[in-house]
């Protein structure tokens, strides 16, 4: 099979492009021929990687004629977008060819973004609707001034509606396809194809006294609940926090105005290699998001190394994190809640090492290459199906 990916970005910044890294290797693998399209390049990457083809910018007509010259050199049997934000465009392709889509986020399903009311702070459970909008513009997701908003807005309609014309839609948890099914998507064109992760090796694994945070430092990423959680956790227990954002300097004035910089680290970006080293080493790896996350990548990553993890209930989190089994559910926002589970699991390190043993047999299950690739091929092939019978 020819396969077109398409993507916003190619290279090391977030879940999307290291889904687009593996899942192009894993493809080719199998005998396909991949090639991938992005937009953007960000971060460390191989410039002269095989089948890999940058467009200039995000501009319908630029991209318009990369995007022909690359069909008629590619050919491909069916084009799989991921986070590609030119509407105009997919909606010209899915005249051209097949097209099957893997939503990652919630970008075509709300004007905030995050799925979060900004009034509140609680989690929107609302499908995208004219409520939306005095939402977005407190969260300045939105233009105030007046052409521009409308702009904003029927842009995002617009592009819900070429989402709803594509005949297969991928999302990696069951909280994702309900949020297409309040959206009126019908429950037949949803697959949910979770995440994968190639098992690394735990032969010199510990458990010494630190939690670990790996991620965006975004606000919705929660960092700044799990610092106020290190305050009621025992006083032999740090923080490793590994990553950057937007979010950071409000991070660091915040640890600054507490007595626990002492016991927090901010490492910033680690190559993976290193990462892996405090994966080894950590208690517990804690997902304190307090947005709906659409899957949470680096849960799965953090039981692959046989580690237990604490997280908010939030968003597709219960689909791998199993209560009391490979780690702790917790309220979403309860910070004594998040302390008192860190607290028991560093009391009680043979549970901690038990959870991350049923973890990572979990991971070995449910989540490995082989199982999504062969799920994705079906919905590839039935991709194909139903347009030739069409």
Request: aromatic share 12%.
């Given at each position: 099979?020819?396969?077109?990916?398409i993507?916003?970005?190619?290279?090391?910044?977030?879940?999307?492009?290291?889904?687009?890294r593996?899942?192009?290797?894993?493809?080719?693998?199998?005998?396909?021929?991949?090639?991938?399209?992005?937009?953007?390049?960000?971060?460390?990457?191989?410039?002269?990687?095989?089948?890999?083809?940058?467009?200039?910018?995000?501009?319908?007509?630029?991209?318009?004629?990369?995007?022909?010259?690359?069909?008629?050199?590619?050919?491909?049997?069916?084009?799989?977008?991921?986070?590609?934000?030119?509407?105009?465009?997919?909606?010209?392709?899915?005249?051209?060819?097949?097209?099957?889509?893997?939503?990652?986020?919630?970008?075509?399903?709300?004007?905030?973004?995050?799925?979060?009311?900004?009034?509140?702070?609680?989690?929107?459970?609302?499908?995208?609707?004219?409520?939306?909008?005095?939402?977005?513009?407190?969260?300045?997701?939105?233009?105030?001034?007046?052409?521009?908003?409308?702009?904003?807005?029927?842009?995002?309609f617009?592009?819900q509606?070429?989402?709803?014309?594509?005949?297969n839609?991928?999302?990696?948890?069951?909280?994702?396809?309900?949020?297409?099914?309040?959206?009126?998507?019908?429950?037949?064109?949803?697959?949910?194809?979770?995440?994968?992760?190639?098992?690394?090796?735990?032969?010199?694994?510990?458990?010494e006294?630190?939690?670990?945070?790996?991620?965006?430092?975004?606000?919705?990423?929660?960092?700044?609940?799990?610092?106020?959680?290190?305050?009621?956790?025992?006083?032999?227990?740090?923080?490793?926090?590994?990553?950057?954002?937007?979010?950071?300097?409000?991070?660091?004035?915040?640890?600054?105005?507490?007595?626990?910089?002492?016991?927090?680290?901010?490492?910033?970006?680690?190559?993976?290699?290193?990462?892996?080293?405090?994966?080894?080493?950590?208690?517990?790896?804690?997902?304190?998001?307090?947005?709906?996350?659409?899957?949470?990548?680096?849960?799965?990553?953090?039981?692959?190394?046989?580690?237990?993890?604490?997280?908010?209930?939030?968003?597709?989190?219960?689909?791998?994190?199993?209560?009391?089994?490979?780690?702790?559910?917790?309220?979403?926002?309860?910070?004594?809640?998040?302390?008192?589970?860190?607290?028991?699991?560093l009391?009680?390190?043979?549970?901690?090492?038990?959870?991350?043993?049923?973890?990572?047999?979990?991971v070995?299950?449910?989540f490995?290459?082989?199982?999504?690739?062969?799920?994705?091929?079906?919905?590839?092939?039935?991709?194909?199906?139903?347009?030739?019978?069409?």
């Amino acid at each position: 099979m020819r396969i077109l990916i398409i993507n916003n970005t190619y290279g090391f910044l977030g879940g999307t492009e290291k889904y687009v890294r593996d899942i192009k290797n894993a493809l080719k693998r199998r005998g396909h021929y991949v090639y991938v399209v992005a937009v953007e390049k960000v971060g460390d990457y191989n410039i002269n990687e095989e089948n890999l083809t940058f467009t200039k910018e995000l501009l319908l007509d630029d991209i318009g004629k990369d995007i022909k010259f690359i069909l008629n050199k590619t050919n491909p049997d069916i084009i799989f977008i991921n986070n590609f934000s030119n509407a105009q465009l997919i909606e010209k392709l899915i005249k051209i060819k097949p097209v099957c889509r893997f939503l990652h986020d919630y970008s075509p399903l709300c004007l905030g973004w995050s799925k979060v009311i900004r009034f509140t702070g609680n989690i929107c459970e609302y499908p995208l609707g004219p409520w939306c909008i005095p939402c977005a513009l407190y969260s300045h997701t939105i233009s105030y001034r007046p052409k521009i908003m409308l702009r904003q807005i029927k842009l995002k309609f617009y592009e819900q509606r070429v989402l709803s014309k594509i005949k297969n839609i991928i999302v990696a948890s069951r909280y994702m396809k309900e949020c297409l099914i309040s959206n009126d998507f019908e429950d037949a064109r949803i697959d949910i194809n979770p995440y994968f992760i190639n098992l690394p090796d735990v032969t010199d694994v510990s458990y010494e006294n630190f939690i670990l945070f790996v991620g965006r430092i975004w606000e919705q990423k929660g960092l700044q609940f799990l610092i106020k959680a290190l305050a009621y956790c025992d006083k032999c227990i740090n923080l490793k926090i590994i990553g950057d954002g937007p979010y950071l300097k409000t991070i660091i004035t915040q640890i600054k105005n507490t007595n626990l910089s002492h016991r927090i680290e901010i490492l910033g970006m680690l190559p993976y290699e290193k990462i892996s080293e405090y994966y080894k080493n950590c208690l517990v790896v804690v997902v304190p998001s307090i947005w709906p996350e659409p899957f949470g990548i680096v849960g799965v990553e953090s039981m692959s190394f046989q580690k237990p993890v604490v997280a908010f209930d939030v968003g597709g989190i219960k689909d791998w994190l199993l209560n009391g089994e490979t780690g702790f559910l917790v309220k979403r926002g309860d910070v004594r809640g998040l302390a008192d589970k860190i607290n028991f699991l560093l009391n009680n390190k043979t549970v901690a090492v038990e959870m991350g043993r049923k973890g990572r047999e979990i991971v070995a299950q449910k989540f490995t290459e082989e199982r999504h690739v062969n799920h994705l091929e079906e919905i590839f092939t039935k991709t194909l199906d139903s347009v030739n019978n069409n």
